[in-house]
């Protein structure tokens, strides 16, 4: 099956500072790409959609000069979280489709944790 | 209306019981639906994609209705292994669009 990888897993960093989360299909070409967050207890909610060599389309809420998302080759897609707030702690998932399709297949995840 | 409502639960079935889910959503333009299932801080995983005319794997049997925008999930004989969160899931159009989740309900099997 479609593999996804994120790395890193887990992150812990200072307020200010900025993250980067790379989001990579491993064995197939990933034309469109997705950014999720989930809060404790909350459902994953879309932050952006990105497709490869084209800008992000970001959801309602989310600022794009916050979170930053390239996807510049059809496997690998990144998130930069810039001027991190402990309020950005979150689960952030990413996930790929390819061809249009409609599955998704999801990486594991990076644990952000702003202090 | 949340977008897709579930009752977050917990539910607590002794092993080998049968366990019905459901939901509800409101976009009617969702083209695709499914069920996820997601274990404590890892990502959800694809369980199965529901169809109206409704569709078996194994002991999960998913049901779709359109017309009430609904979606169920039966789980028959329930193993420990089954105790995760059960994520609904639509598209918000079709084709590559992105997916809204329900938060999940939470199984519990208990032996």
């Known amino acids: 099956g479609a593999v996804v990888s994120q790395h890193p897993s887990r992150v812990i960093c200072k307020s200010g500072t900025s993250v980067k989360i790379e989001c990579r299909s491993l064995d197939f070409q990933a034309t469109t790409m997705f950014w999720y967050r989930q809060f404790p207890k909350q459902s994953l909610m879309l932050m952006a959609t990105?497709?490869?060599?084209?800008?992000?389309?970001?959801e309602q809420g989310v600022e794009k000069d916050k979170f930053l998302i390239n996807h510049a080759s059809l496997t690998l897609s990144t998130l930069t979280v810039t001027s991190a707030h402990p309020e950005d702690s979150s689960f952030y998932i990413c996930?790929?489709?390819?061809?249009?399709?409609?599955?998704?297949?999801f990486g594991p995840g990076t644990r952000l944790l702003v202090l | 209306r949340k977008e897709v409502e579930q009752d977050p639960g917990p539910f607590n079935v002794p092993e080998g019981a049968t366990v019905a889910f459901n939901c509800t959503y409101s976009n009617s333009a969702s083209q695709s639906f499914f069920w996820y299932r997601q274990d404590c801080r890892k990502e959800p995983k694809l369980l199965m994609s529901?169809?109206?005319s409704g569709n078996e794997d194994g002991r999960f049997t998913a049901q779709l209705n359109r017309a009430s925008q609904y979606i169920s999930l039966l789980i028959r004989d329930s193993k420990l292994s089954d105790s995760a969160t059960y994520l609904c899931?639509?598209?918000?159009?079709?084709?590559?669009?992105?997916?809204?989740f329900g938060k999940g309900t939470h199984l519990i099997i208990q032996p």
């Open positions: 996930s790929a489709s390819s061809g249009g399709r409609e599955t998704q297949y």
């Open positions: 990105s497709n490869e060599g084209s800008k992000a389309t970001y």
């Open positions: 899931v639509v598209t918000r159009g079709g084709g590559a669009d992105g997916l809204t």
């Open positions: 529901v169809y109206s």
